[in-house]
């Protein structure tokens, strides 16, 4: 498996403000992605990361509101740039084990409340 | 238009019943499905995959899948309070993406 570690568990911003969720994995991971879901309902993929490369973003989703990072093989950030309570919901960051069945493993998940 | 869609949206079974939820890719260029189980508050978790015709089983959970449908289906028997949770089926891309795409979900409530 892949355990996938995020920081901050949650978080409250006011709107306007920035916020960085970060993404440890404990092992080298080729692409990391990053879901939002609001109020557990479906995961909706906004970005894949794979390092050394720009992310490729989801449609509704972009490099400005939304910059990621990926430094490495186990790193990833994901900023939320001007936050609305419309961005009000959990991020969740995912991967899957190098040469797997391609199962997808999962963070705990950052709930963001934006007032 | 959702690309993955799921029924039903909520699911209310007796202890001990049996649930049956029920997902359909509308892309056919998927091949192969996961059904995932997010309990409240916590992270999605793989239940179980299926890319071939048949079904799997394992333990009190059975998926089936009909490739030329594009439709799979989870089955829980003797369910327990335990498995109340939504379900989310995903699917994925073949070709270079091979991205998750997920289902709106079904809520299951076990009544004890």
Same mark, same amino acid.
């Given at each position: 498996?892949? #355990?996938?570690?995020?920081?901050?568990?949650?978080?409250?911003?006011?709107?306007?403000?920035?916020?960085?969720?970060?993404?440890?994995?404990?092992?080298?991971?080729?692409?990391?992605?990053?879901?939002?879901?609001?109020?557990?309902?479906?995961?909706? #993929?906004?970005? *894949?990361?794979?390092?050394?490369?720009?992310? *490729?973003?989801?449609?509704?989703?972009?490099?400005?509101?939304?910059?990621?990072?990926?430094?490495?093989?186990?790193?990833?950030?994901?900023?939320?740039?001007?936050?609305?309570?419309?961005?009000?919901?959990?991020?969740?960051?995912?991967?899957?084990?190098?040469?797997?069945?391609?199962? #997808?493993?999962?963070?705990?998940?950052?709930?963001?409340?934006? #007032? | 238009?959702? /690309?993955? %869609? %799921?029924?039903?949206?909520?699911?209310?079974?007796?202890?001990?019943?049996?649930? =049956?939820?029920?997902?359909? =890719? =509308?892309?056919?260029?998927?091949?192969?499905?996961?059904?995932?189980? %997010?309990? =409240?508050?916590?992270?999605? /978790?793989? $239940?179980?995959? &299926?890319?071939?015709?048949?079904?799997?089983?394992?333990?009190?959970?059975?998926?089936? $899948?009909?490739?030329?449908?594009?439709?799979?289906? $989870?089955? &829980?028997?003797?369910? %327990?309070?335990?498995?109340?949770? @939504?379900?989310?089926?995903?699917?994925?891309?073949?070709?270079?993406?091979?991205? @998750? &795409?997920?289902? @709106?979900?079904?809520? @299951?409530?076990?009544?004890?």
């Amino acid at each position: 498996s892949v #355990l996938l570690y995020q920081k901050p568990n949650r978080d409250i911003c006011q709107s306007g403000t920035s916020l960085k969720i970060q993404c440890v994995a404990d092992s080298q991971v080729v692409s990391m992605f990053w879901y939002q879901q609001f109020q557990e309902q479906s995961l909706m #993929l906004m970005a *894949t990361a794979n390092e050394g490369s720009e992310a *490729t973003y989801e449609s509704g989703f972009t490099k400005d509101k939304f910059p990621i990072s990926r430094p490495n093989l186990t790193f990833s950030t994901l900023t939320v740039n001007n936050a609305r309570p419309g961005d009000s919901s959990i991020y969740f960051c995912s991967s899957r084990k190098q040469f797997s069945n391609e199962r #997808l493993f999962f963070g705990h998940g950052t709930k963001l409340s934006v #007032l | 238009q959702q /690309k993955v %869609q %799921q029924s039903p949206e909520s699911l209310i079974v007796p202890e001990g019943g049996m649930a =049956s939820l029920n997902c359909t =890719s =509308s892309d056919r260029n998927v091949d192969y499905f996961w059904w995932y189980r %997010q309990h =409240s508050g916590k992270s999605p /978790k793989m $239940l179980m995959s &299926i890319f071939s015709n048949g079904e799997k089983e394992e333990g009190r959970f059975t998926v089936h $899948l009909n490739k030329a449908s594009l439709h799979t289906s $989870l089955h &829980i028997r003797d369910s %327990q309070p335990s498995d109340s949770a @939504l379900y989310l089926c995903a699917a994925r891309g073949a070709g270079n993406t091979r991205k @998750l &795409i997920f289902g @709106l979900g079904t809520t @299951l409530q076990v009544q004890p």
